[in-house]
């Protein structure tokens, strides 16, 4: 862990690219660490959630340099490492289980544990919150037994158009990120058993993560749907126009 904090330390102070180049060994001996990590926690999370238990490294690893869609700051670099766990990979849009290492100061957020969904779509957020309003006091259940609280990052300032919610549920409506998260500190994770310790986390959070996948998986269905029907009304237009 302490090549990790060391090298997390440096590029956070020194956010360009001469200094990234110049220590680039002590990021690929920071990566090689947080890889058996991720490697750990696949088979750890696998035990409980089949979805998780073939994923590979690159399915849930992040690249040092920032990709833009990820971008909440003007910072070069991530100052963090971490992995993310969701089903058929990192890219699937689909709920998974976060956590980052971050010593501080950060411009990261700091060390954490995370679930749930960074950044939906606009259809996939307001789906949800459609949901909230047909199902607020379920929702947060779930929520409640995670021992996790609501991402409070980016919030939106105000209610979105069209929505009527309870006022115990306004949080949820002001949400960007379908996120849950537990700031652990820096020393959560020079634990011996942290990853141990993560795992029996996230497995708290489990009900919540298939709650959100079951709201993923009918947003994917419905556009299917809305791309056969596209297609056919094209190839009946197309077979008009002869």
Not at 110 to 118: D, E, H, M, R
Not at 183 to 197: A, P, Q, S, T
Request: net charge positive.
């Amino acid at each position: 862990m302490d090549n990790i904090v060391t090298f997390l330390q440096g590029i956070h102070t020194n956010d360009n690219k001469e200094w990234y180049f110049a220590n680039r060994n002590s990021y690929v001996n920071a990566f090689n660490t947080n890889a058996i990590y991720i490697q750990t926690l696949i088979e750890l999370i696998g035990k409980y959630d089949i979805n998780i238990k073939y994923l590979h490294l690159a399915e849930c690893s992040y690249p040092l340099f920032r990709p833009y869609k990820l971008k909440l700051d003007n910072r070069i670099f991530n100052d963090y490492l971490g992995g993310f766990f969701a089903r058929m990979g990192k890219s699937s849009g689909f709920a998974g289980y976060y956590y980052q290492i971050s010593p501080e100061p950060s411009d990261s957020g700091g060390s954490l544990l995370a679930v749930g969904i960074f950044n939906p779509s606009r259809e996939l957020l307001d789906r949800f919150r459609r949901n909230v309003q047909e199902n607020g006091s379920q929702i947060m259940e779930l929520i409640k037994a995670t021992g996790f609280e609501l991402l409070e990052r980016d919030k939106f300032t105000r209610l979105p158009k069209g929505f009527n919610i309870e006022r115990e549920y306004r949080d949820l409506m002001l949400q960007r990120h379908i996120m849950l998260v537990k700031r652990v500190g820096i020393k959560w994770f020079y634990h011996d058993k942290w990853m141990e310790n993560t795992a029996r986390q996230f497995r708290r959070c489990k009900p919540f993560i298939d709650y959100l996948n079951t709201i993923v998986e009918q947003h994917i269905l419905d556009l299917k749907a809305s791309a056969n029907d596209y297609t056919e009304n094209s190839s009946e237009l197309n077979q008009n126009n002869y």
